[in-house]
């Protein structure tokens, strides 16, 4: 008899010592959450905006040019 009271003791421990740790990540997943949208909102990226020069586009196309004709030999 005791030992079906030791079998459910340690099941109830297990069950509960899950319900702890899952209680906990879903709280961690919900801060952090909530952690990325508030710096999203008070410092947004600032995304330098500078145009290709016409050599640059040129050194451009030449490499995606030559990535290009490596992919098709491979």
Known sequence: MEEVNL????????VLGMSVVF????ILV??????AKLIAKYFPEKT???P?????SKHVAAIIAAVTE???KS
């Open 23 to 26: 209680a906990f990540l879903t």
């Open 7 to 14: 079998i459910t003791e340690s099941l109830k421990f297990m």
């Open 48 to 50: 330098p905006e500078v």
């Open 70 to 72: 490596f992919r098709k």
């Open 30 to 35: 919900v801060v952090v959450n909530i952690q």
């Open 52 to 56: 290709l020069s016409s050599d640059e």
